[in-house]
Every structure is written in C-alpha cells, then in structure tokens.
C-alpha cells in the first residue's frame, strides 16, 4: 500500500541554503549547474583541415531516374529559377549530388523547375518528372572531419580516443561555456558545402569534443552522483575518466549518467575525475547527403544546460513527480482576462515514482505539498500507511490534493502553484524533495467549435519555430528566449509548436510564465523501439506544464507512408505516462490509418477546400492547422519578388500580404478549426529560397536576429489590435488602441520613378499623404472575410524626396527620405521593459542581452540603405560581446566576430554577462568546489560567498570610420527578482512592443 505522509517539520522548500560554510537542503537532493570551464575542439583526431575540392557531379546517363513520376505532384521540394525547360531541370537535378526527384510543369499555378528529396502522393495531370530508386550512394569519408558528399554515417570515436584519455594535453583548445553550439561558430561556405550543409545553411559540421576535469565534494561520499544532460545533438559518446560509459542518440531528449556506481572507474570524492563527451552532429536518420541530420539547420554540441546531481539512494525519479488537474466546480470568469478566472473546487491528481538504489528493502512515505504563487500552502495529502520497495526496484505513490478557490492557468493570468513531492522514512528524516510547478486548467477540443481553455472559445493564433538564433545558434539563452516569447506575444501570437522537436525545456518554463499554449512535438516517427520511447521520454519531461496542450507525433512526410504505422504505439505511450492531453500529428492526408489514430486532425499547409472536406469525412474529429502560411519576405526591401512568386533566388520584397491573408484565413477563417501555427515567427538557419548565397530561411516575421520584419505588423494589426479586449484567447489588453504602420521606405526608387506603398491597420480605412498632399483613401477589411484586401495599397505613386504619411483614423505614421548616415545610436532591446525581458540582467554567468545598432542621419533617422560595418566593444563591467548579425539572409560574416555590417541601417550585438554572484551561496560554493579550473581559465568568475558582490553595469561602444560612435550601458544585479523566469512571471498579461 502506498501513502502519503506530510512531515510538518520541513515547513520551507528552497532547494539550498548556505549556513556556516555548509549547504543545507530539504532532503539529500542538490542540483548543481556544470555549464562552466569546458574545453572543446572540432575534429576527430585534428582540427578541421583546409576544405576539400568540391567534389564531381555524377555521370549522367537515360537511367539516371528510372522512376516515373509524371502525372503526380510532390511536396518537400526545392524551386530551381534557372531552369525554363524539363530538360534542363533534369539536367541541373542530376548535377546535383543529393538530388533524387525533379518535376517541371509549364501548365500548373505555381510550376516550372522543382527538385530535391520529397513525398509524392498527389495526383496531377500537369507534371513530368523522375526519380532516383535511392539516395546517391556516399562519396568516401574521412574520418576526420565531414565534408561536402561524405555521406552522414555515425562516426565512432572508438573505445579508447586519446582526446578522452586523463593525460591528453588540451592546452590549445578552446575555452567554452554551455549551452554551446559546435556549428554556429564555423564560417558559411559554398566550396565546403556545395550541397549545403546543415540544413542548407552552408555551415560545416564537424565531429567534436567536449572535456572538463571536476571534483565529487567529499560529504557527497555515499550518496548517489549523476551528470545530466539536457540535450546534445546529435549522437554523443560520454567518457569517464577515459572509459566509455554512454551512448545517446536522440538530440532532444535528455538522459543521466550515473557516476557512483562506475567501480574502478570513478575517483573517489575529492580526488579529480574527467568527463568527456564525443559528438557527431550529423547522424543520418531523417537525414541525406547534403545536409545531416534535418532539412534545416539543427546546430551540434553540448547546446542545452547540462547538472551535476547528487541524491539519496532512495529518491525520486527523474521526471518522477506527474500532477494534472481537474476543474470540480463551474468556472468563474473574471472581471477581465488578466484578472483571471478561478473555481470553488479545483482536484489535483498527483503520482511520485520513488527508486529504491540501496541493496536492501526500504520502507518509506511519500509527502505532496501544495503552495500557491505567495508562497502558502492551499493542501496537503494525509497521512495513511507506509510502502516497501525492494532494492534495486522503485515504487509509486499518487493521491488527490483537493484546492478551494483555485485560480486558473490562462494565458494573460497564467497562475501557477508549486508541488513539492517529499520521501521520507516517515519519522523526521527527509530523503529526498522535488519541486514542480502546475496549474489548474481544463481543455476541449470540439469537432464543430474548436478549442476550449477553461470552457471559454480560445482560436490559437500561434506560431512555428525552428529556435535557434543569429550568433548563438540553438545554444539560445534563456532571457532571448523570454524575448523570442515576448516577440509572439507582441504581434497576437498566442500559441507556439515546438516544429520539428521537443523544446529546450526551459522555454516550456518561459510559457507557464508569461501565457503561451504549445503544441509539443516529438522529431523522429516510425513503429521503432527507439522512436516510440523519445515520444516517452519528452512527454513525461513534459507533461507538468500547463502551457502544453497538445502532444504532436510527427511532421509532414515524416508522418506518410509506412511510417504511420507508429501511431498506436506513439498513442500508446503518450497516454501511459500522461492521458490528460490529446495528440496530433502534422499532416498532408486524412482518413487514413494515423488519422485514426490522434485525437486531433492537424494539416500542413492545406487549402480550406482541403479542410471542409475534411470536416464533412470525419464530422467527429478537431481539426488544427498545425502548420501554415510559408510566406517569404525580407526586412525593409522595397523591391523584388512577392513572397506568392516562389522560393526563387531573389530579394525577396517586404510587402507579403497578399500571401500572409489567404493561407491565413483557410484556417482562421473557418469556426470549426482549433487556429493556426504560422510558418514561421523568425528566420533560422537552413531552408534558404534558392540557396546559395542564401543560407537562412525567410519566412518568419522577424527576421534572424529578432528586428521585425513588415509581416509581423500585419499581424499586429490582425492577431492583437483587431481582437476585442474581452476575448480569453488575446495576448494582451490594446485598450481600444489602434494601429498603422507604412511597409515601404520613402527613398528613391531603383530603376524606376514610382513607388508601390502599403499600409496595414486595424481601422477600415487608411489616407496616405506624399509631402503633405492626399493621395486618396483605400479601405482595408478584416482578413477572416471572403474577399476584399487586409492592406491599404497605392500604385505608382511619383517620387518626391521629403515623407509620406500614413493617417488611420487618429493614429498616424510618417516615413522620411533619408539623408547621409552620421552616427550611431545605441539601444537595449534586451533587457528592456518595453520588449517584456526585464530591466537588469542577472549576474549568473549566463544572461544576455541584445544592443541595436542604428545608423541615422543627421535628423536621427535610419539610413534606409546604410551597410557600414559596425564594430561593438564591451569598455567596462561584467560582459562580452558574443556576436553581430544584421539579419541578412544572404550575408556570410562570421557570427563570432564583435563587428558586423549593417542591412538596412540596423545591426544587432550580443552581449553575455562574466560574472556569477547572483546565484545562491550554496551553488556558487558547490561550482568552485566542483569544478577544479573554475575562475582559471574560461570566461565566468564565480564569486565566492565570502566575498562581496559587485553589480556595476556592462558599458557597450559602437564605432564605424565616418560616423560619430555612441555608448550605453546594461544594468546588471544580484537580485533574485531580475532573473529570467520571475520577470516572466511579472510580465504575464502586460503589454510589450519588440
């Protein structure tokens, strides 16, 4: 019989306290962050050599594509502009190396050259074409380093590398501190990576290593000892001491080594041991020969954070501790959306799994504690009868905490309480003690309605994102995933899938806060042992947080064929360790075995015909635009082609609204569709349109290093400022607010006299003035309407150097010719109130912050058309410059370098705090004792508790030849209340502008 006992004793639940020069914990339990003073290095066996001649096409022959593929059209391929003919379309597939299907169609919207590697299953007179049986089979590898057409094979270190070995001079390798992302670093280049790289990005991936000496704390002697990882991409090997003692092989999900029991391996505590990990970021599932593991960049290294855990033999298990909700009264709407809602009676259902390491029986009692967001317990569970567990075996507990009065989790008052799960020896000792945040909330999803959050009609407006970002690359940190968060939020996103894998978890943390729904999708789909247990492992990590509120097997041919034969088993899984949140998959089809399978119908991009008819099928089943809207656009260019052109290789214009409201409006139009995840919220790496020199993709609304692009007003207009101040599914209160914005410049024009303007608004109507003169007034409707235009547009309208002024109603905005760039002008957009991410950054030797470079005239203005190289130096304080970026998709300076050149007057700089003192005592102490080179060498000193803490600001200068330079400065602070996931939490449901 399991119980469930509260130890009233233990009455407060911070995990560490410094006392006297020693850690006391509630339980044996410490978590120690083990992010600092690695050293790292890129090749096998040597550093990546010089790059290798491109290698040769492949002999062309009548049998090159045996394959019929006529008279079907197929998705997931890659537009060619410079084929006009069939012929030549076959030609240019054949020259390329990973190229396997190509299709022309001089009949069919949208047609000419397509080629690639993709999924053919729709039928379609209006296509020629062919294919490949296979792959092109690998060029020969070298170990040492991957090239261009090696092929993506598991490299194996073997059993005994001499970079794992303890007596291995490491001297001349790199400095790092994770999260740390092994690609991000490497120069793009055309010659290494004919066919792309990494996702097309043109990043080379090399296999690396990862080192770090540390030290078992002698009072952990007896006790159990883990690292653990929170993500590594993509397959690692983890040395101790130079012995092999684990293999990973899923980039997403996390897993522990334990070190404790490594007989003969591990130094006993106080004495050093070695830790080091091998990873080869180009593993071939879901893979090919020109980019690696995903069709998009997916980064490589030790990316996530990784710990240092020491626990109990008795403890809980990793992600042991489950708690979901059930609403017990009718639920009483509050005043406002960011009052919050709230029940009479709320019930929480609670399960612990408890391990049991010691080699002999252990009779325990298993505590859960309730705590509201003041900090005051609301239940507790009651005392009942002990349960043994026998060694070596674990043991689960559950039971139901009944709450009076519950606030609801919603998203512009997302309240969260904290559970704290204790194992005892039912007397006064406490083993172990976990805490996990939840949230009371119910969800329906209705066939003919939609999606409900607390019994009110929630439409999700939300967002896919690939999250990585300009000079980190998915090694994000977490207050720029505050801002990536707050970015959604700004423009009416209220929803985010985690497209195509399970999210750095501390996102998840980030979306409880500031009220996100998230659709959580696992990577990799088939009836395989392996895959079946990664959809395992990320929802029981998972599944305590209240922004997730569905599951998402697969993506889009990754969901087809044979391959949906993994449904019952993905179902099977999801619903064993969670069972309160229904699942999805991405798909092209419907009515078919997967359709049966999930409990709610997604769609990538598919037509509202496609939807309808979907809905008349299968009457009974939710449907969810899972993806949608893959609309091109570049930041502030006024010329080129129109995202509907195709992914051509071309400046990509900003002006996309055409394409943004109708594959918009197939699903938000439509009452019974749960919303719609846009593609995408920001550029990323890989995916470009046409390639080289593009090496980023352009669909998002902001573009690679967070400006905002003229899509994301569009959707401010649309997503926020249109919706009513009462509707449960707004981001934020507008208070009757409104909006308009001028997508174009007011500089000359190329090659023309004339210039295109559009306006977006929320009003109906919009008047644009040239010079102070009317050029008429153009209605704007609401894009879920039939027909009509969501933009007001002139055509033709003569340049005149001076402004144009665009009035809606009683909001206006003016745009200005511009004039010679003269300075620099420094901003903080991170931390800043205005972008929700704060206003210091905490000293924990982690924080970043964002500066913005503008380059103005001598009015102040942005320099439309400025590129000066901007060169960003930290004068005093605790920081460094990580990086530049200006968000060019096509531009290929080093992300590394402190300096960049501007893309349309704006250039974006990096800046990571040095200093760790604003952490607790506890972990500061246990990280100097820990990590035997710490404040030796690296880039973070930690600050003992014995010495005082300082907290002056990081002062940041611009300069560029020419211009006059311009300096700011970064607050930081010790306080606790200014790290990233309080200010989230006091940012939920304020207004933010990014």
Known sequence: VVVFVVVATFCTWSTSAWSHGVCENAGDREDILFDFSWKFRQGLHEAPPKPPPPAPPRVCSPNTFPRNLSDVQCDGLDFDSSATDAATCKKNCCNRQACIIWQFSSKQPGGGCWSGNGICLQKSNNWVGGGTNAPPPPQPQNITYRNTSAGYKWIDPGQNPAEAQVGYNDDTWESVNLPHDTVIGNDPSFEICPGGCSGRSYLPRYVSWYRKNFTIPTDWAGFAVSIKFEGLFREGVVFINGHSVAYHECGYTPFTVRLDNLTGIINPPGQTNLVTVFIDPSDGDEGGTDHGSGWWFEGGGLYRHVHLIK?????????????????????????????????????????????????????????????????????????????????????????????????????????????????????????????????????????????????????????????????????????????????????????????????????????????????????????????????????????????????????????????????????????????????????????????????????????????????????????????????????????????????????????????????????????????????????????????????????????????PKAAAYWYRSNWLHRIDDSSSDKTFATQDSHFVTIVESWDPPVNTSTKDIHVYSDLPSVELFVNGVSQGTQPIVDPTHISGQSWAEWKKIPFVAGNITAKAGSVTETRYTSGSPVSIVLSVDVPSATTGTGTALFLDGQDTGLIRASIVDGNGRVVHMATNNITFTVTSGPGRIVGAHNGDPACHEPNHAPWHSAYHGLVRGTVMVTQNSGTDACMRQRIIDIDTSANEHGTVFTVPPTMKANNEPIVISASSPGLKSDTISIMTSNDPKDDVLTVATAAAGQAVVV
Not at 313 to 326: E, M, N, Q, Y
Not at 387 to 413: C, H
Not at 451 to 458: A, E, G, P, W, Y
Not at 524 to 533: D, E, G
Request: glycine fraction near 8%.
């Open 311 to 707: 626990t109990n033999k008795v403890h809980l298990d990793i992600d042991g501790v489950f708690a979901h909700s059930t609403l017990l009264s009718p639920v009483k709407i509050g005043a406002t959306p960011i009052a919050g809602d709230s029940v009479d009676l709320a019930s929480l259902h609670t399960t612990a799994t408890v391990v049991n390491d010691n080699s002999g029986n252990m009779t325990v009692c298993v505590g859960f504690m309730l705590y509201d967001s003041e900090g005051a317990m609301v239940s507790a569970s009651v005392v009942n009868e002990s349960v043994t567990i026998g060694a070596g075996a674990s043991g689960t507990a559950s039971g139901d905490l009944n709450v009076q009065n519950a606030m609801l989790w919603s998203i512009q008052k997302p309240t969260l309480y904290t559970l704290v799960t204790t194992v005892s020896d039912c007397k006064n000792t406490v083993f172990d003690a976990m805490t996990v945040s939840t949230g009371f909330r119910s969800l329906k999803y209705d066939a003919n309605y939609g999606f409900f959050l607390n019994d009110q009609h929630f439409k999700v407006r939300g967002f896919c994102d690939h999250n990585n970002f300009a000079n980190v690359g998915m090694a994000v940190p977490d207050r720029l995933n505050l801002f990536r968060a707050q970015a959604s939020r700004s423009v009416g996103g209220n929803g985010r899938r985690t497209s195509h894998n399970p999210p750095n978890p501390e996102m998840l943390d980030i979306y409880d806060r500031i009220g996100i729904v998230v659709m959580d999708e696992n990577r990799l789909f088939a009836n395989v042992s392996s895959y079946i247990q990664n959809m395992g492992d990320m929802v029981k990590r998972d599944r305590n947080h209240p922004s997730v509120v569905i599951w998402s097997f697969c993506n889009e041919a990754g969901c087809e064929g044979s391959q949906e034969q993994g449904g019952p088993a993905f179902r099977e899984i999801a619903y064993e360790y969670d069972g309160s949140r229904p699942v999805l998959a991405n798909m092209f089809t419907f009515n078919d075995l997967l359709s049966d399978t999930i409990d709610v119908q997604g769609f990538s991009h598919q037509s509202r015909q496609k939807l309808d008819s979907c809905h008349t099928t299968m009457p009974d089943k939710p449907i969810f635009m899972s993806e949608c809207c893959s609309c091109n656009t570049m930041r502030d260019e006024d010329q080129g082609c129109e995202s509907s052109d195709g992914p051509s290789k071309c400046v990509q214009q900003s002006f996309n609204a055409d394409c943004v409201q109708g594959q918009t409006n197939a699903s938000n139009g439509a009452p019974y569709a749960v919303g719609t995840m846009v593609w995408t919220l920001f550029d990323y790496y890989g995916e470009p349109s046409g390639g080289w020199p593009h090496t980023t993709s352009t669909f998002g609304q902001f573009d690679l290093c967070g400006f």
